[in-house]
């Protein structure tokens, strides 16, 4: 079993940067596919970013050029690096953990408790 708890959200301008956290226990995390997703009110959870066990790192067009992702395997956490932040990025962000698909929410089986990112313009 694998839980996980996302730190780092809060408020920021735009143009602005922030940094989230996902911390993970358990001994076989650095097995696990880790990926960010965020969902906006009213709308479907959608990927972010996502880095496989095999350090393979994926983004969503939304994310590229300014999100970055990171992993610590030795710290069990994940890192969501966000610069140059735009309202459109507000929503409640989630940290998953699985062992398929990068992109796709489907294939994530573990899921923090989210935290919430705001932009204001």
């Known amino acids: 079993q694998v839980q996980l708890v996302e730190s780092g959200g809060g408020s920021a301008q735009a143009g602005d940067s922030l940094t989230l956290s996902c911390a993970a226990s358990?001994?076989?995390?650095?097995?696990?596919?880790m990926g960010w997703f965020r969902q906006a009110p009213g709308k479907e959870r959608e990927f972010v970013a996502g880095?496989?066990?095999?350090?393979?790192?994926h983004y969503a067009d939304s994310a590229k050029g300014r999100f970055t992702m990171s992993r610590d395997n030795a710290k069990n956490t994940v890192y969501l690096q966000m610069n140059s932040l735009k309202p459109e990025d507000t929503g409640i962000y989630y940290c998953?953990?699985?062992?398929?698909?990068?992109?796709?929410?489907?294939?994530?089986?573990?899921w923090g408790q989210g935290t919430q990112v705001t932009v204001s313009s």
């Open positions: 998953g953990a699985g062992l398929g698909s990068v992109r796709s929410a489907g294939s994530y089986d573990h």
């Open positions: 880095i496989s066990w095999i350090w393979s790192i």
């Open positions: 358990g001994r076989t995390f650095s097995r696990y596919t």
